[in-house]
């Protein structure tokens, strides 16, 4: 952990990104600046600022934002549009006016255009039509990234904008419908093996490719690069590979110890049929992901069966 930052404040952190960044930051001995949302609305742009000016972290990871699978996001463009804008546009200016020296932003590879030429480089973002059962999130992710460039060009302000693949891990959202699509599978695997079910549904063809890290391995890419990344361009963290939603299917139903048929609801989207990102850059700094996916998966499914009571 670069020692210039003793006061890391991690916005979030009891969401799937934000708790694996505490994980992380606590294996190097640092105690991470947290507070609870019924303490403090992110999106409140006079509480956030006042919270600032008390606090005074020397450096920011933002991880709180409002995410969910293709049907939330699908649904309710509303809140993803607007909440993701209040809390970027509370958080990002009071780092900067209250003495944060650096500042990390999480963007996501749903926000490179849908057809963008794979495996996706950094340099595609904004070259074409976005994927639109997401484009409310992605905009607001948009605005983000260009947000801390701003505050980079006016005020030299380190601010760096990661974009992560799709995500997963331990203190993910399970929701059967708001989730993405590993966690929802995991849940909806387990039901069906627990009440003996003969046959499973996913949605879509299960054609579409999708690439998944595990949040540990992100958790640590971000402190990697909190401390080796000083750019104003975004970069990309993920795996290199990725597997169809099919594959995914399979390889959930094997770890569950599922063995009825998979059918498909082909009535519910399949949006962007493929978002590998390249992660040239990133590995030319020094940094690969560890975590495989079956054992990300398997482990991921033991936090379940063990929290299976409380998950969200
Ligand atoms: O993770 P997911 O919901 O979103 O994956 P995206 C959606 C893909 O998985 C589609 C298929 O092809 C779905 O048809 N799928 C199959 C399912 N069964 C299920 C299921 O039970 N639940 C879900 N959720 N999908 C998201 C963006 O796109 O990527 C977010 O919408 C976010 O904004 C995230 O950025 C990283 O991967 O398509």
Redesign the pocket.
């Known amino acids: 952990m670069d020692g210039r930052f003793r006061k890391v404040f991690v916005a979030g952190h009891k969401g799937l990104v934000g708790s694996a960044i505490v994980r992380r930051l606590e294996r190097d001995g640092i105690e991470p600046l947290v507070v609870d949302r019924h303490a403090l609305d992110l999106r409140d742009q006079r509480a956030v600022d006042q919270w600032f000016a008390k606090a005074r972290p020397d450096a920011v990871i933002l991880a709180a934002a409002k995410?969910?699978?293709?049907?939330a996001?699908n649904t309710r463009p509303v809140e993803f549009l607007l909440d993701n804008l209040r809390i970027q546009n509370a958080v990002i200016p009071a780092a900067h006016a209250h003495g944060v020296r650096k500042l990390v932003f999480l963007g996501?590879?749903?926000i490179y255009p849908k057809l963008a030429p794979q495996p996706i480089q950094e340099s595609a973002l904004l070259t074409g039509p976005l994927e639109p059962?997401?484009d409310a999130?992605a905009l607001a992710k948009i605005a983000g990234i260009r947000l801390c460039q701003a505050y980079r060009q006016q005020h030299a302000f380190e601010a760096i904008s990661l974009m992560p693949t799709?995500l997963y891990g331990p203190n993910d959202n399970f929701h059967p419908i708001d989730?993405?699509?590993l966690p929802?599978?995991i849940r909806?695997f387990h039901e069906a093996q627990n009440a003996g079910a003969e046959r499973i549904v996913?949605?879509?063809s299960g054609t579409?490719r999708?690439e998944f890290l595990h949040v540990d391995d992100l958790a640590d890419a971000c402190i990697f690069l909190l401390a080796n990344y000083d750019s104003g361009e975004v970069i990309n963290v993920g795996v290199g590979k990725d597997i169809s939603?099919l594959e995914l299917a399979q390889l959930i139903a094997k770890i569950v110890g599922f063995r009825g048929t998979i059918e498909h609801d082909l009535s519910?989207?399949?949006?962007?049929p493929r978002k590998l990102l390249d992660v040239g850059k990133l590995s030319a700094l020094g940094w690969t992901a560890r975590i495989g996916l079956e054992e990300g998966i398997a482990e991921t499914y033991r936090w379940f069966c063990a929290h299976v009571g409380s998950v969200r």
Do not use: A
């Open positions: 995410v969910g699978g293709i049907h996001n996501s590879s749903c059962t997401n999130y799709n989730s993405h699509v929802g599978l909806r996913i949605w879509g579409p999708r939603i519910k989207p399949d949006g962007t």
